[in-house]
């Protein structure tokens, strides 16, 4: 059975930073990345990152703060958030795809968690 948890969510005040895990099990993925939704918004790419190609990719607006990272031995995903905004409070949510490629659209992924509240305090 496929099943991703997420944990780290919180609040925290802007300038601050937290670290969201993410842990798979039931199968292994080659790409697994992280999504969010804000109140009135649709929800948008963050992060992702992939085994075949070797890659990770950044939206714009996280590029320079965030961290994707992905302990293989743990099928565990981690996002460390550092420098957070107001902007950035939203649900995070986890999710992940077994096919090859690197896919940014929320549509591409089969797997999800429950997703995580962020809160960033100005």
């Known amino acids: 059975q496929v099943q991703l948890v997420e944990s780290g969510g919180g609040l925290v005040q802007a300038g601050g930073s937290l670290r969201l895990s993410c842990a798979a099990s039931g199968r292994t993925f080659n790409s697994m990345g992280w999504f969010r939704q804000a109140p009135g918004k649709e929800r948008e790419f963050v992060a992702i990152?992939?085994?075949?190609?070797?890659?990770?990719i950044y939206a714009d607006s996280v590029k320079g703060r965030f961290v994707i990272s992905r302990d293989n031995a743990k099928n565990t995903l981690y996002l460390q958030m550092n420098s957070l905004k107001p902007e950035d409070t939203a649900v995070y949510y986890c999710?992940?795809?077994?096919?090859?490629?690197?896919?940014?659209?929320?549509?591409?992924?089969?797997?999800w968690g429950q997703g995580t509240q962020v809160t960033v305090s100005s």
């Open positions: 999710a992940a795809r077994r096919t090859i490629g690197t896919m940014t659209a929320s549509l591409d992924y089969d797997y």
């Open positions: 990152i992939s085994r075949i190609p070797d890659s990770t």
